[in-house]
Every structure is written in structure tokens, then in C-alpha cells.
T-cell receptor
Framework: KAGVTQTPRYLIKTRGQQVTLSCSPI?????VSWYQQTPGQGLQFLFE???????NKGNFPGRFSGRQFSNSRSEMNVSTLELGDSALYLC???????????????FGPGTRLTVL | SQKIEQNSEALNIQEGKTATLTCNYT??????LQWYRQDPGRGPVFLLL?????KEKRKERLKVTFDTTLKQSLFHITASQPADSATYLC????????????FGSGTRLQVQP
């Protein structure tokens, strides 16, 4: 079974631009979560999608948004990029959804975003 | 606000010894704790999950404990090997079924041959 895939793996943007990152979950997984990882703040939860609906949202500004498609693939968008948005963006998928029994989250390799 | 901390930024041990990593939480009661391994340039890989009503979980050379009185989880790797060198992260969620994990800052384990 293929793992979680994220594209692109590396991205360089300049301040003020916007960026879209893509995540394909493991086949059969319905929940997709996004995390930001930086050396200073560690791994921080951005949001979770299940059945095309945002179920949970972390403490990030409105410049960070996402969506999920009917095939469970997800995208996240960051508008008006700032230098501090430079980070590793990780996507995780899980088989079960909100309110169901706890299960394992499988992480992708991440997208390394550099904002200049 | 809820906080989860891994006090040791780095841990160096000799091959064959037991590595013990600590995770402490404050201001909330997690429904479960998870431990992940992360290698440089890669996403975290799930290792073990322990629920609040469980004291101990084992998987091969790995053992995790959960002490709700001390608000602490310990993660042990017995008979450690150089291949165990990585960053280990603990994570938790308040409610069962929530995917919004709060992660600790991680402990970088180095196993010397």
C-alpha cells in the first residue's frame, strides 16, 4: 500500500506570494491533518479534514486555509507569505474520523517551504 | 493552556543500554499519548499509543508507561542499537478520536556503537 504522498517536496517563495501544498492520503483513509514543523515551535497542528469538512482548526491566522476533495486528497494554502512561514509542512492521514475510536496517524515526508 | 514537554533535548547512550525518554504534560488530562520517531528530512513514524487507563504497553524492544498521577509518560528502548538514533516525539490529544495532536519538542537520541 502506498504511503502518504506530499507534493512538492521543496518550494521556495518570496514574501507576499501565496502557495498551495498537496497531500494524497493512504488509500481508504478519510481523515487528513496538516501540521507545521519549525525548529523554534516544533510540530503544531494546523487543521483536520474529514469527508471534505474541516473538523478541527489550530491556532493559526486566516492566511492558512485548506480543503479536502471527494477522493480525500487535501490541499493547504498559505496566502501573503511571511518569512516566519518557512517550515516543514506535514500531512497525516488516518483511517477513522472525528469521534471514532483512536487510531494511528500516518505522516507524509513533508513539504519544505522556504520564504525569502 | 495545555502543555506537553520533553525535558531532554538530547540523550547519548552506549549501544546495548536502555534509553529512557520522558514526556510530561500540564493543565489537561490527555485521553492517550503517542510516541513517534522522526529521522532527519522525514515525517514522524508512529511507534506506540497508550491510553489513560493503561499503565504500560510493549512492542518488541519498546516499552511505554503512562502515570496519570505524575502526569508523565516514559518511553524505553531496551538493548539500544545505533539504528535507533533519531528524534523521538511524544504527542497527545484531549479527546479520544480527535486528530488534533499536541506534540512535545522531541528528544534527539544518539546511540554510540
Amino acid at each position: 500500500k502506498a504511503g502518504v504522498t506530499q507534493t512538492p517536496r521543496y518550494l521556495i517563495k518570496t514574501r507576499g506570494q501565496q502557495v498551495t501544498l498537496s497531500c494524497s492520503p493512504i488509500s481508504g483513509h478519510r481523515s487528513v491533518s496538516w501540521y507545521q514543523q519549525t525548529p523554534g515551535q516544533g510540530l503544531q497542528f494546523l487543521f483536520e479534514y474529514f469527508s471534505e469538512t474541516q473538523r478541527n482548526k489550530g491556532n493559526f491566522p486566516g492566511r492558512f486555509s485548506g480543503r479536502q476533495f471527494s477522493n480525500s486528497r487535501s490541499e493547504m494554502n498559505v496566502s501573503t507569505l511571511e518569512l516566519g512561514d518557512s517550515a516543514l509542512y506535514l500531512c497525516a492521514s488516518s483511517r477513522l474520523g472525528q469521534g471514532e475510536a483512536t487510531d494511528t496517524q500516518y505522516f507524509g515526508p513533508g513539504t519544505r517551504l522556504t520564504v525569502l | 493552556s495545555q502543555k506537553i514537554e520533553q525535558n531532554s533535548e538530547a540523550l547519548n547512550i552506549q549501544e546495548g543500554k536502555t534509553a529512557t525518554l520522558t514526556c510530561n504534560y500540564t493543565n489537561y488530562s490527555p485521553a492517550y499519548l503517542q510516541w513517534y520517531r522522526q529521522d532527519p528530512g522525514r515525517g514522524p513514524v508512529f511507534l506506540l499509543l497508550i491510553r489513560e487507563n493503561e499503565k504500560e504497553k510493549r512492542k518488541e524492544r519498546l516499552k511505554v508507561t503512562f502515570d496519570t498521577t505524575l502526569k508523565q509518560s516514559l518511553f524505553h528502548i531496551t538493548a539500544s542499537q545505533p539504528a535507533d538514533s533519531a528524534t523521538y516525539l511524544c504527542a497527545s490529544a484531549v479527546d479520544t478520536g480527535r486528530r488534533a495532536l499536541t506534540f512535545g519538542s522531541g528528544t534527539r537520541l544518539q546511540v554510540q556503537p
